[in-house]
């Protein structure tokens, strides 16, 4: 990789398409499953998202081992797939994307407020 594909992001956009290519294999109830944990990840992703990338190998990674045992969805991600993701991120009630911003605010204000009152 070089610092072109890192820069413009190409390098996660071929991972990416790799990811649902390899989805594409599974079967229908895991694809559904698949979709799923990636919109209940992306609040959990950085500005590029590069954070996601190793959490979404990983969890395609345990489908397509799940799916070839012949387990079902349920067996390998539960029935809360919203929760299951929060602990891929981190744990439950990791900070998303929101709660990163509503700080970085929070502290800009309290400095600005700081300097005004100071």
């Known amino acids: 990789m070089n610092i072109w594909e890192t820069l413009t992001g190409s ?3 071929r991972e990416y398409q790799a990811f649902d290519a390899r989805a594409g294999a599974l079967p229908d109830d895991y ?16 500005f590029t998202g590069r954070n996601l990338m190793p959490i979404l190998d990983g969890a ?16 390998a991600l ?8 929060a602990a891929l991120a981190g744990e439950e009630g990791a900070r998303d994307f ?6 970085q605010l929070n502290r800009n204000v309290a400095k600005k407020l700081g ?4």
């Open 31 to 46: 694809r559904t499953a698949w979709e799923q944990i990636k919109e209940h990840l992306l609040p959990y992703g950085s």
């Open 115 to 118: 300097r005004l009152g100071g």
């Open 78 to 85: 539960g029935e809360d797939i919203p929760g299951f993701c």
């Open 11 to 13: 390098d996660m956009t």
């Open 60 to 75: 395609l990674g345990l489908l397509e081992e799940t799916a070839a045992e012949g387990q079902s969805v349920q067996d």
């Open 98 to 103: 929101r709660d990163r911003w509503r700080a």
